[in-house]
Structures are given as C-alpha cells and as structure tokens.
C-alpha cells in the first residue's frame, strides 16, 4: 500500500540517491473484460496514474468486441513496411512510481493490449494462427516488420537498432500456446542494449493474435549514470498485472483449438528461440546485369 | 614541489606561446589550448572523424574562431568578464556535447583554458545514451501502445518530406520518449483538426537533455537564457540543412521556444532564409515578439496565429506589441479584422485574471466574477458574431 503522504507525487526537491520508490497498490486493482473474436480476455490492473496528465489511458467499452463489432476489420499499421498487418490498441495503462518525501517519479511501468491480424490485403487463411507451428513463423514475420527494418541508417546501416528476442519463456496457463520475451533497443554497439519491450504473445483465433506490450521506464539516475532506486516494486507490480491475464475462449475457436491439438498433439510453443536477424533490409539490390555470374558462383560452392 | 629538472623538461610546454595549436596554423589567428586540454580536444576530433553529427559541428565552430571575435558576440559565444591585471579577454563558447572557456591574449591569439564536455556523448558503454543525447529524433506513433516512440538520427537532419512537423521539445525530460510524449501531443494542434498526416507518417523531434525547464517567467527573453545556446546550434545546423525541404513545421513546446528563437537568431547572423517554412509557438516560455521579428527576417511564411500563449497574460502583450510590425509586413498574412479579433481574446486574457483578482480582493466573490466574465466574454462573442454574419453577407451578395 502506497503511503500517500511519505510517497506524494509532487517533485519539489529533486534527488538521485538510492530509494525504494512506491507504486499504485495492486489490491485495489480492478478487472477489465475485452472481448476478441467471442473470445473473453481479462485481465486485473490499478487504476491509470501516469507522471503526466497528458499521457490519456485507452480503453474499450464494455461489451464491445474488437472484432466483431467492426465489419471493417482492422486499420492497417502502416508504420510498419509492407503494410501487412492491421492492429488496434485496446487497452493501455501507465502507473508513476514515487520516492519517498517530495522526490518526485523514480519511474513508470506502461501496459498495452493490442490485437493483431492480417491486413486486408495480406489476408491469408491457408493456416491458422492457433497451430502453435504457424504462430511462429507468423510471429518471426511480425518481429520483422515490427522491429527489424529499423537500423542505424548511413554507414551504420548494417547495425539494428533492435536486438531480440531474448529470454523467449513459453508458458501454458492459457488455453492457447504463448510465449513471452524481451526485445532490447540496441545502441551503436552490441554491449549497448537497453530498455527492454517486454511482449507477451498469444492467438485469439484462427486470423487473430494478441500482444502485450509492457516497458519500464527509469528516470532517475546518478552521476555515473547508473540507476538510483529499487526497480523491483516495477517489476514485481509488472509481474502481478502479467499473471493476472486470463482468457477464456469462445466455444468455437475451443473446437478448433481441439481440434489442431489432435492434429499436432503438443500445443506448447518451442523451447528456444534464437535473436533474429537484424536489420532485414540492408542487403544491397544485387546488380541487375550480373544474375547469371551470381547463380554460378553459387552454383560453384 | 617540481624539481628544476622537471621544470625545465616542461619548459617549452610550460611557456604560452607553445601550447599546442589548434587551428589557424597556417591563416587566420591562431588558436591554441592549455596542454592537459589536448588529450579531451582530441577526443573530440576523434568523435568528429568517426562521423558524429554534433562532433563535427563543435570542431567547426571551434576553428572558426580563427577569424576573430569581432561581431561574435552571439548566441553561442558569450564574452565573459575582463581580466584585468593582463588585458585579456574571456570569452565562453556554447557549442553541443561541450563548453569551451576561451581567453583572447593581449597579442591577439587565442587559448582555450577549459573545456567542458558533456558526458552524454561519450557513454557509450552505459545505459540508455541513445535516448538521453542532444539532437534530432524521429517519432512514430506505435500502433500497438498508442505511445509516441523516438529514435535518435546520427546525421542529425530532419526527414525530407514536404509539410514535416519538426517539435522543438522543452527540457527536463528524462529521454526523448518522454519528451515526445509530452510535446507532440500539444506541436500538433499547430494543424488543427487535421492531425492524421502526423499520426500516420509521423515527425521529428528536437530534443534538448537538462534538468530544468527552459525560459519561464522571469527568464522570458529567450536570448539570455544559457541552458539552451548548445542545443539552438545543434538545431540551427538542422534547419540550415533542411532550407532545401519544402514547407517545413518548426513548432516550439513550452520551453522549446528558448531553442528555436536562438536557433532562428544563429541562422539570422548567418545570413541563412528558409523560405517557405513555418513556425509555431505552443505555450511558449520565451518572449513570441522576439520570435516573430526573426520570423520575418528568415523570410518564414507565418499563419494569422503565430503562437498559443494560452491565459498568459504576458504573452498575450508580448504579441500586441509586434501586432504593428506584423499589419505593416506584406507577406504577413495577419491583418486588421484577425488584430481586432485578437485584442478582444487578448482582452479576455488579460483582464480575467485581472477582474478575478480584483474581485476576490473585494468581497462578493462569485457575483463580481460571473459578471466580469460576461463582459469581457459577451464582448468578444458580439464581434465574433458581427464577423461571421458580416461574411455570410459578402458571399451571399458577392461584394
């Protein structure tokens, strides 16, 4: 429980020495229902309390499903290349964590639920996403487009500026395979990797799949650069609102999923999972008038 | 205690006129630096060599001191207090990712006695560097979070697209996420209702680290303020290079407008006009007046409304008294119907908190109050009205 007197969230005297800082109190967390495709996603999380009034929650309205309710389908993303995926947000939260007697925001924890499907031009019902086989080449796809173009631009083209996933973790309390892992922003070089996107991955349905987003954001440091405060109370209050995350799927996509598991009989995810490789697109057009020369080269070794 | 050989092995490095030289061997003054300085100077130039945006920008105008101090006095080059027993002059040099103490010797030579780096540059080992740098960001909206995600650009330069946002961010922002958060949101009601370009293709951000807000109520001459001259070169590098894009956006958040007014004043000195581009102050925290007569001097296209100051009184002056400068400037397009209309919203601005304050201090609170804003507000809506019927008129019988 946040003491609200000794951990107030007001910034009057601004300080890098090593606190503890405090959070919103998890047991008066309420639950939210979405609903995806039939299916019920909930999950238990504090009320929104950024640093920043400005930064607004996204909620969906209760009874109103991402899915169905929207004959358009999804508004493709098309800040990602290729334009192949439609997603919409429906849930986000960000909760400020505070140093003890005026310190000010230590850091914050931000949550986000997203669903996400083929765009309408990329549509593509050969397989489904439930066969946990198919949900990772689908998801090697997605990472690409989400995180792999992104490089260093210039002569440092070849050097991405995402590096992941790492700690790939499957996890089978939901009634589908999901999986969670971390993808790093990644400096000039290699040993620079920092602030992690935690993602929690899991299908829906057979076109549908969910992610959630979680980042820890940490602003307070000393004068080595090096963190001035406890980031357990973020983690530990990151872990409870993850843990919390129930689904319960609609009677149909249940079918399917009983289906595809007496097809492939294990429904559980891979065990490992290498970083990608990135950035995808560095490779340089290959000479349009040399193809053949190319093809014997290859041929050759 | 040095012994008096160890003096004499120093003495030629001891002695002013064979510290190592800088720049300005061959022409121009020559500029030189206390010798345990060389090491920092050549890391310096090591970054500039290994192609850093800021690195190059900070040797260049190091060097450029070779032509002399005179007409230097500007945003970036402060003369400093004289020293009195040898004549000398100090002078300090803002430039980005350090500052530099230079001392202008009697015989006219240049020496730079300290130098100030700023670590931000050089950590790379260390965490979270590449969202805590002076510099250019590209922003993007996530779709999946909602958020605004920011990506620091080595070459430092805008993305060349024609109508491109670029937000100009206050300081005291822990990384330039934060800053992208909290600033675009308010850069981007520069367009109105019209905000789905932005959200899709995104913009760019200027992000300038420090633990204090820029400007502020008693910092409001944006010239004077120090935190910021670093950063308005970095920015002023920017814009220079981003003259050739068409109908670029620089739009100041809060305290953002101390960077952009010395960035735009950097770019004055040069010379330099950017035509066709425009800017926009959201709630600035500097004067807008000394904003808009650089505006006019870079040629800048301006829109009727040049900045939102918001219910500061202030700066709601601070535009009246560059209202005239903007009537009598032909490509302005603010004229005396948009001056009219603002000095009833001006007067609302002004004199509310003024009635307010008057009414609280005299008793029957509310009564005053409701009557007060009924005035001044009914006063502005009958113009406002009178506007709009008057150009209803004009289109309906065309004169």
């Known amino acids: 429980m946040r003491n609200i007197f000794k951990y107030p969230p007001i910034e009057w005297r601004k300080r890098h020495e090593y606190t503890i800082p405090q959070g919103p109190n998890f047991s008066w967390a ?10 019920h996603l909930q999950i238990t999380a504090p009320s929104h309390s950024p640093r920043h009034s400005i930064i607004k929650q996204t909620n969906s309205y209760p009874g109103h499903d991402a899915i169905l309710d929207s004959p358009a389908g999804l508004h493709t993303d098309f800040s990602m290349p290729g334009g192949r995926w439609g997603v919409a947000c429906l849930w986000s939260r960000r909760w400020a964590f505070y140093g003890p007697w005026m310190t000010g925001c230590k850091g914050e924890l931000f949550t986000a639920i ?5 765009s309408d031009s990329h549509r593509n019902s050969k397989f489904s996403f439930l066969n946990p086989k198919a949900f990772e080449s689908v998801l090697i796809n997605y990472l690409n487009d989400r995180y792999g173009h992104e490089n260093w631009e210039g002569e440092m083209a070849h050097v991405p500026r995402y590096h992941g996933p790492v700690e790939w973790r499957c996890h089978d309390h939901l009634p589908v395979p999901s999986a969670s892992f971390k993808i790093y922003n990644r400096g000039e070089d290699l040993s620079d990797l920092v602030r992690p996107d935690h993602l929690f991955v899991f299908p829906v349905s057979d076109e549908y799949f969910v992610v959630v987003t979680t980042v820890q954001d940490y602003y307070s440091r000393d004068e080595k650069g090096n963190l001035a405060f406890d980031t357990r109370p973020i983690q530990k209050l990151q872990d409870k609102v993850l843990g919390s995350i129930t689904l319960k799927l609609d009677p149909e996509t249940q079918a399917k999923v009983d289906q595809v598991k007496a097809e492939v009989g294990n ?29 014997s080269l290859k041929a050759g070794c | ?9 120093n ?39 290994r192609n850093h945006h800021w690195a190059r920008i900070a040797v260049k105008e190091l060097n450029a001191l070779t032509t002399g101090m005179l007409g230097k006095n500007n945003v970036y080059v402060r003369p400093g207090e004289r020293q009195r027993g040898c004549g000398s ?27 100030v780096m700023d670590d931000n540059y050089y950590r790379t080992r260390d965490r979270d560097v590449q969202q805590s740098r002076l510099g250019t960001y590209r922003a993007s909206l996530i779709a999946e979070t909602g958020e605004w995600r920011a990506e620091y650009v080595r070459s430092g330069q805008v993305d060349p697209r024609i109508g491109r946002l670029v937000t100009v961010a206050d300081s005291n922002y822990e990384s330039a996420n934060e800053a992208a958060n909290y600033s675009i949101p308010g850069a981007i009601t520069f367009f109105g209702d019209n905000t789905s370009t932005v959200r899709q293709s995104g913009c760019d951000l200027h992000f300038t680290p420090g633990p204090k807000r820029l400007g502020g109520l008693f910092r409001y001459d944006s010239l004077s303020i120090d935190a910021s001259r670093s950063s308005a070169v970095h920015l002023a590098a920017t814009m220079e290079a981003a003259s050739k894009v068409k109908s670029v956006a620089w739009v100041a958040d809060f305290g953002g407008s101390a960077v ?53 009184p202030r700066g709601a002056l601070s535009q009246f008294s560059v209202a005239g400068v903007r009537m009598s400037n032909r490509s302005d397009p603010y004229g005396r119907d948009q001056h009219a209309m603002a000095w009833f919203k001006g007067a609302v601005a002004i004199s509310t908190p003024v009635g307010v304050g008057a009414a609280l201090a005299s008793g029957p609170a509310m009564v005053m109050l409701g009557s007060i804003a009924t005035a001044i507000g009914g006063a502005g809506a009958v113009y406002a009205v009178g506007q709009s019927v008057a150009e209803d008129m004009r289109r309906r019988f065309k004169f």
Not at chain 1, 114 to 118: L, S
Not at chain 2, 1 to 9: C, V
Not at chain 2, 96 to 106: D, F, M, N, S, Y
Not at chain 2, 285 to 301: D, M, N, Y
């Open chain 2, 89 to 115: 002059e100090k002078y300090y040099v803002f430039l980005p990712g350090l500052k530099a103490t230079v001392v202008r010797w009697i015989n006219d030579q240049f020496c730079i006695t300290e130098l």
């Open chain 1, 267 to 295: 429904m559980k995810l891979c065990k490992e999972f290498a970083p990608l490789k990135w950035p995808t697109n560095i490779y340089p057009p290959e000479p349009a008038d040399a193809p053949e020369i190319l093809k």
């Open chain 2, 1 to 9: 205690m040095s012994t008096p050989q160890h003096s004499l092995q």
């Open chain 2, 260 to 312: 952009l007014t010395q960035a735009m004043q950097i770019l004055v000195d040069k010379g330099v006009s950017l035509e066709g581009h425009t800017i926009f102050l959201h709630r600035p925290r500097t004067s807008p007046a000394k904003a808009l007569k650089l505006a006019h001097q870079l040629k800048l296209s301006l829109n009727k409304r040049f900045a939102n100051t918001g219910v500061n």
């Open chain 1, 30 to 39: 309420s639950r939210t229902r979405l609903n995806i495709a039939g299916s």
């Open chain 2, 11 to 49: 003495s030629s490095q001891n002695f002013p006129q064979s510290y190592p030289l800088i720049a300005g061997q061959s022409a121009g003054k020559r500029i030189s630096c206390v010798p345990e300085l060389k090491p920092v100077y050549d890391r310096l130039q090591q970054a500039a060599h």
């Open chain 1, 114 to 118: 997203a669903v996400i499907g083929w």
